[in-house]
């Protein structure tokens, strides 16, 4: 086959290619909807807005001016899931779907492992009915545990000290055997750092139903005064300034990696199971990030120095040259863009979605 031809042809698979997008109205997931249909996927979404909007899916059809299918929906369903895996002809699946708060997981630990383990189990289960073995789970950087050096490559020790990092090595084990087991699967575990930001409109954001767990949402909520003053937890880490290290990766950057992690598998033989960092490798101090969000913000967000919390470490960032060296991917944008568009979603949409 010609160059030319080959190419021609790749590319009408590739456009034909549907996606099945599992938590596709979430924050992560509606970023990655958004690019898929930009790269020309057709996308099926299934949530079950228990931690979403579906008007996030209305405003990524109007961004991109294409149409996605949404079906409300648990994925424990798996009769159902495999219904919609059927009808619509899906090829790969990206499986965003699951409960993710750390403090929640120790306090409700049956209900994480049913959502998250179950749920993982039930769409496996419904792919492999189906005969569609192309996977692309979202991890964390939660399965290092509590890591003794940074940057952390994917071969540093792996511990679960919560019970939502018990979750995600337990869905890694799950696909690791399900391909050693099966040659037909072709999986990417991709181990996120902080996703934060938003898409540069500001119509898709990260829309915290309570008092936002992650830095960058409360940021947000400081600055926008919703909420009095930001908790700087320990001052005296082995760090530059004290404060703790962390590796922010915009959203943006981080479904980017999403894109060409299914270009990639897409193109690989079956039997292939590659696990993925994806941060910047870039490390980033809470008052670092408080200093940028002020300075291109030009707003001031208040802040006072707490103890150190228990199971913080002082420094966790990515060794991210895996991702390039495999997927061709590296993130582009900086701190002073993650808070640009951060401030700019929450300023435009000072209730979320409602
Ligand atoms: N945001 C982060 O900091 C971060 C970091 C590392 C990994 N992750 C992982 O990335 C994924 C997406 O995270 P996010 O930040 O977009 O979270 P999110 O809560 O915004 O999105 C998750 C989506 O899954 C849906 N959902 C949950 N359980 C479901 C079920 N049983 N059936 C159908 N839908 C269900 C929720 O309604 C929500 O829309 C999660 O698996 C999360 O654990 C997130």
């Known amino acids: 086959m010609s ?12 456009s034909k290619h549907q996606v099945l997008v599992t938590g596709g109205a979430g924050y992560i997931g509606s970023h990655a909807c958004l690019q898929l249909l930009k790269e020309g996927f057709e996308v099926v979404v299934i949530d079950n807005l228990t931690n979403s909007s579906k008007i996030s899916l209305q405003r990524v059809e109007e961004l991109v001016d294409r149409r996605l299918v949404f079906v409300e929906e648990d994925i424990r369903n798996e009769k159902e899931v495999e219904k919609i895996i059927r009808f619509h002809n899906i090829g790969s699946v990206i499986h965003f779907a699951g409960l993710k708060a750390v403090g929640e997981s120790v306090e409700y630990p049956l209900e994480y492992y049913e959502n998250n383990v179950g749920g993982a189990l039930s769409l496996f289960k419904a792919m492999k009915n189906c005969g569609i073995k192309n996977l692309i789970f979202s991890s964390s950087a939660t399965v290092y545990g509590i890591p003794e050096k940074s940057p952390i490559t994917e071969n540093s020790s792996l511990s679960a000290v919560n ?5 995600k090595l337990s869905i890694e084990k799950i696909i690791q055997d399900i391909v050693n087991s099966d040659n037909q699967w072709r999986s990417a575990i991709l181990r996120y750092f902080n ?10 954001g990260e829309d915290p139903k309570d008092i936002p767990n992650n830095l960058m949402p409360y940021i947000t909520q400081v600055a926008m005064r919703k909420l009095e003053k930001l908790s700087v937890y320990g001052d005296d880490y082995d760090t530059p300034d004290g404060t703790g290290v962390r590796d922010y990766i915009h959203v943006m950057d981080l479904v980017d990696g999403h894109i060409a992690a299914l270009h990639y598998l897409l ?18 101090s809470v008052l670092e990030l408080i200093k940028t969000f002020e300075k291109i913000n030009n707003i001031e967000v208040p802040y006072e120095i707490a103890e150190r919390r228990a199971g913080d470490v002082a420094s966790c960032y990515a060794d991210a040259s895996y991702a390039y060296e495999l997927l061709n991917w590296s993130a582009k944008r900086d701190i002073s863009q993650m808070c640009k568009d951060s401030f700019e979603w929450q300023t435009k949409n000072p209730n979320g979605f409602e």
């Not at 160059?3 to 590739?14: D, G, Q």
């Not at 019970?163 to 979750?167: I, N």
């Not at 996703?195 to 898709?204: E, F």
């Not at 193109?267 to 980033?284: D, R, S, Y």
């Open 3 to 14: 160059n030319i031809l080959f190419f021609l042809v790749n590319v009408e698979r590739m």
């Open 195 to 204: 996703p934060v930001g938003a898409h540069p409109s500001g119509k898709i």
């Open 267 to 284: 193109n690989q033989p079956p039997k292939n199971n590659v696990i993925v960092n994806l941060g910047t490798g870039i490390g980033c």
């Open 163 to 167: 019970p939502y990092g018990s979750t």
